[in-house]
């Protein structure tokens, strides 16, 4: 009896076959952006004299491998960091600060012009642990800007609106406020409580 040979596979059409699956999930696959922490570099200052900072206007923030927090040298929990910088940024120390409403501790910040919270972390720190003290950190500046909204809101005709709803209106291009002088606003209250967190390398 007579060998039969075995069929032959038509692979021609495998390489269109490939370039069409390689197109649909190439289409059909979603990619994900990363999310990060939104910062802005303070601009270079061309100035050739040594600034001097005063140890009384820094609030040391250092974490640790273990995610442990020590705040000026002192174990803290995270949910005491925002009240601790607070109190901090709005002590008014120098008196040169007259809407602080501080404790006017003498030992403690200046103004919050001058005071600077310093964030230290180590390599073993976990990212969920250095983004809530990021956060808590900007929460504090938040409170003092809302609050000084507050205040100054009414004067200039933004009565119960807080910093960050003056943000949002600004940011709206369907608000029919005035615009000039709302950004004035958030200009003078960013000028009071500047956001000034440095990240210790």
Request: glycine share 6%; proline share 3%.
């Amino acid at each position: 009896m007579a060998k039969r040979s075995a069929p032959e596979v038509n692979a021609g059409s495998m390489a269109d076959i490939a370039f069409l699956l390689l197109i649909f999930f190439l289409v059909t696959t979603t990619i994900e952006k990363d999310s990060g922490i939104n910062r802005k570099l303070p601009p270079m200052e061309e100035s050739e004299e040594d600034v001097v900072i005063k140890q009384k206007n820094i609030f040391t923030v250092l974490l640790n491998g273990k995610d442990q927090l020590l705040v000026e040298e002192e174990l803290m929990e995270l949910k005491d960091l925002r009240e601790a910088a607070v109190e901090f940024l709005d002590n008014g120390g120098d008196g040169s600060c007259d809407y602080c409403n501080g404790a006017k501790n003498p030992s403690s910040s200046d103004n919050p012009d001058k005071a600077i919270i310093s964030l230290k972390n180590e390599r073993e720190t976990s990212y969920a642990a250095y983004i809530s003290v990021q956060n808590e950190l900007v929460a504090a500046y938040n409170v003092l800007r809302n609050k000084r909204a507050l205040e100054v809101g009414p004067k200039n005709g933004f009565s119960g609106m807080s910093f960050i709803e003056m943000q949002n209106n600004y940011k709206n291009v369907q608000w029919v406020g005035n615009r000039t002088k709302l950004k004035e606003v958030i200009d003078q209250i960013k000028l009071e409580y500047p956001q000034k967190l440095s990240e210790v390398q």
